[in-house]
C-alpha cells in the first residue's frame, strides 16, 4: 500500500485497496478542517458551522483523528494546485509518512467522472457490505439501484454542534457500531466531523473498510449538485490536481 501522489494512480489504488483490503482508513482534511485547527470561524453551505474560541472539544478531537500512524490508515490533504497555504500547514499536522498521504479531492475535480464509472461497481466488486453516515435528511434508498446498504448511521443538523452536545453517546454507539461488523464498508460524509468519526471506529475495529466521501454523493443523496465539479464541463470538473 503505498500512495504515489499520483491523481489517477492513487484513484485506482484506492479502488484496489477497497476490494482487497480488510483494513483501511481513508480521511480526508482541506481547507475547512485547516481553518478549524488554526481556530478561525468557518462554516459551509452544508450547514456545519465552527465558532472560534467556543467549539474548542471540536478542535481538539480532529486535530488528534489527524494523528494515525497505523498501517493501512491514508489521508487526503489538500494539494498545492488548489491550495498551497493548507498543503504545507496539513502536511505538517498529520505524522504519517508519505506513502500514506495522497489528495483531499482524490474523488472529486477531473477524478469525479472515474468516481461515477468505478465506485459503485467497485463496492460490489469487493462483496462487503455497505454502512452509510450522514445527514439524518440523505435519502438513502436513493441508492437502491446502485447499492445495497445495509444500514444507516443519521448525523444531525450542525456536525459540530451535534459532536459536542452529544460526544459520549455517539462514541458508544459507534463502538456498537464498529464491533458489530467485521470486513464491513463504512462510507461517511459528515462534513470535518467524517474524520473523527473514522478514527473512533478506526481505534475500536481495524477489519474494516472506512471511507471519507464527502460530498460526492449530494446529486443522489440529496438531489443537489452541491459542488462545482458535479457540473461536466465546469472549469473544477476539468482539473488534475497535482501535488
Excluded at 184 to 208: K, Y
Aim: aromatic fraction near 12%.
Amino acid at each position: 500500500m503505498v500512495m504515489k501522489q499520483d491523481f489517477k494512480d492513487d484513484f485506482f489504488e484506492m479502488m484496489r485497496l477497497i476490494v482487497e483490503s480488510s483494513s483501511l482508513a481513508f480521511a480526508r482534511a482541506a481547507d475547512g478542517e485547516a481553518n478549524i485547527l488554526k481556530n478561525n470561524t468557518i462554516g459551509n453551505k452544508d450547514g456545519w458551522l465552527y465558532k472560534k474560541d467556543k467549539n474548542l472539544i471540536f478542535r481538539a478531537d480532529l486535530r488528534k483523528s489527524l494523528l494515525c500512524t497505523d498501517p493501512g490508515y491514508i489521508y487526503g490533504l489538500s494539494c498545492s494546485c488548489c491550495d498551497e497555504t493548507n498543503h504545507k500547514y496539513l502536511l505538517d499536522v498529520v505524522k504519517t509518512d508519505l506513502g500514506h498521504l495522497t489528495f483531499s479531492n482524490l474523488w472529486v475535480n477531473s477524478n469525479f467522472s472515474l468516481f461515477h464509472e468505478h465506485f459503485f461497481e467497485t463496492l460490489k466488486k469487493s462483496k462487503k457490505d455497505i454502512v452509510i453516515c450522514t445527514n439524518k435528511k440523505a435519502k438513502i434508498s436513493n441508492l437502491g439501484e446502485s447499492i445495497a446498504v445495509k444500514d444507516f448511521i443519521p448525523i444531525s443538523g450542525n456536525c459540530v454542534v451535534y459532536w459536542e452536545k452529544h460526544r459520549e453517546y455517539v462514541k458508544g454507539f459507534l463502538d456498537l457500531k464498529a464491533c458489530s461488523c467485521n470486513n464491513t464498508i463504512f462510507l461517511f460524509a459528515a462534513g470535518p466531523l467524517t474524520e473523527i468519526l473514522i478514527h473512533e471506529m478506526w481505534n475500536v475495529n481495524r477489519n474494516n473498510v472506512y471511507i471519507d466521501i464527502g460530498s460526492t454523493l449530494d446529486p443522489i443523496l440529496f438531489n443537489r449538485k452541491s459542488r462545482n465539479y458535479h457540473s461536466e464541463g465546469d472549469e473544477f470538473a476539468d482539473r488534475t490536481c497535482v501535488w
